[in-house]
């Protein structure tokens, strides 16, 4: 095969793909992949063992039948424990409270974040105060969240109990009445987070332009119908940003719960799957059967930030 020599280098190509492969791999060698390399690659690494090695794992053993702390038999896979819990009443009991948190919790905070917000923006008197008061939450963890509500729901001495008795109603034990219990871990979660949905939509009703406001004004619009048909449909990705993270810790309620009430005694009423999860692993040691709830919440998991990143990919934020 016949080469061509470069008059002005000397060096010779055959058919210009050597120097086309060279220029590929010293672009490569340049590129922002390879020079970040040595700043990504470790806690990336750390990351894929320690998150993704540890959710494969814990997938593979939830298809064994593995029961406490001998070595997991590897040998005979099958999806026994999926079925058991899609049998198991109490998996639907607690399915339906984590939808019921998750969806209760996460729509009251959105509207009540959004109506703070737009108070705020109005420029309402004591603005500032407002606003830390409700991020002041945020910045509890759940275990001061949950032993501060004990004693705000406390039967004898709570202040909840107090208010509403102020109207001749109550007293109500509300940890210990299961008709009662759901509405009240739904409520403390409210309050710890709504300062949170309350930033976000801020951070969106002040991008909006002035404008837009003062054009509605001009013809005719009242306050209502300038934010509902206005103002509120360009709040959609904030919506959607605050409702995904709102979704998610949610589902990360154990903690709270946990805090409340104790590992093992949960009411039937908040019992959720992390809290079935966790005592079917550590009270009962069925290793399998808790992965495979764990797996079940973990998909449950990707329906709240799989639509999102789809979303936010369509977008061009990805």
């Known amino acids: 095969m016949a080469g061509s020599q470069d008059t002005a280098t000397g060096s010779r190509t055959i058919g210009g793909g050597e120097t086309d492969w060279r220029t590929r791999v010293e672009t490569f060698s340049k590129s922002d992949f390879v020079r970040s390399f040595p700043y990504w690659f470790v806690p990336f690494s750390l990351v894929g063992m320690g998150v993704y090695g540890g959710i494969g794992w814990n997938t593979v053993i939830s298809l064994t039948d593995y029961e406490g702390f001998d070595r997991p038999d590897y040998t005979n896979l099958d999806f026994s424990m999926y079925a058991q819990a899609l049998s198991d009443p109490w998996v639907y009991l607690t399915a339906k409270n984590t939808l019921v948190l998750l969806i209760a919790f996460t729509t009251i905070t959105l509207v009540l974040g959004l109506l703070l917000s737009i108070l705020l923006d109005r420029g309402i008197r004591y603005k500032e105060k407002i606003?830390?008061?409700?991020?002041?939450?945020?910045?509890?963890?759940?275990?001061?969240?949950?032993?501060?509500?004990?004693?705000?729901?406390?039967?004898?001495?709570?202040?909840?109990?107090?208010?509403?008795?102020?109207?001749?109603?109550?007293?109500?034990?509300?940890?210990?009445?299961?008709?009662?219990?759901?509405?009240?871990?739904?409520?403390?979660?409210?309050?710890?987070?709504?300062?949170?949905?309350?930033?976000?939509?801020?951070?969106?009703?002040?991008?909006?332009?002035?404008?837009?406001?003062?054009?509605?004004?001009?013809?005719?619009?009242?306050?209502?119908?300038?934010?509902?048909?206005?103002?509120?449909?360009?709040?959609?990705?904030?919506?959607?940003?605050?409702?995904?993270?709102?979704?998610?810790?949610?589902?990360?309620?154990?903690?709270?719960?946990?805090?409340?009430?104790?590992?093992?005694?949960?009411?039937k009423a908040t019992d959720i799957l992390a809290t079935l999860m966790v005592r079917e692993a550590f009270m009962l040691q069925h290793w399998a059967y808790a992965a495979a709830i764990g797996t079940i919440l973990l998909v449950m998991a990707l329906a709240v930030v799989a639509p999102y990143l789809w979303y936010q990919y369509g977008q061009g934020s990805l």
């Open 131 to 267: 606003q830390t008061i409700y991020l002041l939450p945020m910045a509890l963890s759940f275990v001061v969240t949950a032993q501060f509500w004990l004693w705000m729901y406390n039967v004898n001495n709570g202040l909840v109990n107090a208010v509403v008795g102020v109207f001749g109603l109550g007293p109500f034990n509300w940890i210990g009445n299961p008709d009662l219990v759901l509405g009240a871990v739904i409520f403390a979660l409210i309050w710890q987070y709504s300062g949170y949905a309350m930033v976000v939509f801020l951070a969106g009703l002040q991008a909006i332009p002035d404008d837009q406001f003062e054009a509605a004004h001009i013809d005719g619009a009242g306050v209502f119908k300038t934010y509902w048909r206005v103002i509120i449909p360009q709040l959609k990705s904030s919506s959607v940003s605050a409702a995904v993270v709102l979704m998610v810790f949610a589902l990360k309620a154990f903690t709270f719960l946990y805090a409340m009430f104790g590992q093992y005694r949960v009411p």
